[in-house]
Antibody, heavy 118, light 109 residues
Framework: QITLKESGPTLVKPTQTLTLTCSFS??????????VGWIRQPPGKALEWLAL???????WYSPPLRSRVTVTKGTSKNQVVLTMTNMNPVDTATYYC??????????WGQGILVTVSS | QSVLSQPPSASGTPGQRVTISCSGS????????VSWYQHLPGTAPKLLIY???LRRSGVPDRFSGSKSGTSASLAISGLQSEDEADYYC??????????FGGGTKLTVL
């Protein structure tokens, strides 16, 4: 059974760096073809893809956010970390991590609402 | 504004068939598979359809997907009250960027 869960701060100040951790079970990020993605949803708006990290450490980033977003494997083998610099109120959103399988996100975490406010 | 265009809303009465469209271009839908997600507020999005028209295991056969050229559609037949949710199409573009549609809010009248 695949499960994922996001953790991190729920409130950050403008210009600060956001660090979120995705803890997962039921699969290994060392297995060929496996990847974990990050997607966010601002309140009342659509889903937005942010980044993807593959089993072989290949990484894909959303072009508009490429300069601000970094995704890495965590110190624990069952974790992925998303870092987003220079946070702005427009980055207020629910952030999800998800298991990627041949082009689709088939399992998602519950999401974490991150508010950017001074 | 999303690269993939969806109608912001759709509605139907119980038992009806509704269709949600998703319009893209040759560099995204035209050359890559389309997925459909169901999202109820406060919950995690759920994958319904992948590879244009394949239903994920456990998804009722009332849900079906199709694609033609640079457009895709999600059809829901025998509409039920529990189908009231937001629906998103998704695909990748030729530059390996993930794309979601703007979402369609389905109301069951």
């Amino acid at each position: 059974q695949i499960t994922l869960k996001e953790s991190g701060p729920t409130l950050v100040k403008p210009t600060q760096t956001l660090t979120l951790t995705c803890s997962f079970s039921g699969f290994s990020l060392t297995a060929t073809g496996v990847a974990v993605g990050w997607i966010r949803q601002p309140p009342g708006k659509a889903l937005e893809w942010l980044a993807l990290i593959f089993w072989d450490d290949d990484k894909w980033y959303s072009p508009p956010l490429r300069s601000r977003v970094t995704v890495t494997k965590g110190t624990s083998k069952n974790q992925v970390v998303l870092t987003m610099t220079n946070m702005n109120p427009v980055d207020t959103a629910t952030y999800y991590c998800a298991h990627y399988h041949f082009g689709d996100f088939d399992f998602w975490g519950q999401g974490i609402l991150v508010t950017v406010s001074s | 504004q999303s690269v993939l265009s969806q109608p912001p809303s759709a509605s139907g009465t119980p038992g009806q068939r509704v269709t949600i469209s998703c319009s893209g271009s040759s560099s995204n839908i035209g050359s890559n598979s389309v997925s459909w997600y169901q999202h109820l507020p406060g919950t995690a999005p759920k994958l319904l359809i992948y590879s244009d028209n394949l239903r994920r295991s456990g998804v009722p056969d009332r849900f079906s997907g199709s694609k033609s050229g640079t457009s895709a559609s999600l059809a829901i037949s025998g509409l039920q009250s529990e189908d009231e949710a937001d629906y998103y199409c998704a695909t990748w573009d030729d530059s390996l960027n993930g794309l979601f549609g703007g979402g369609t809010k389905l109301t069951v009248l």
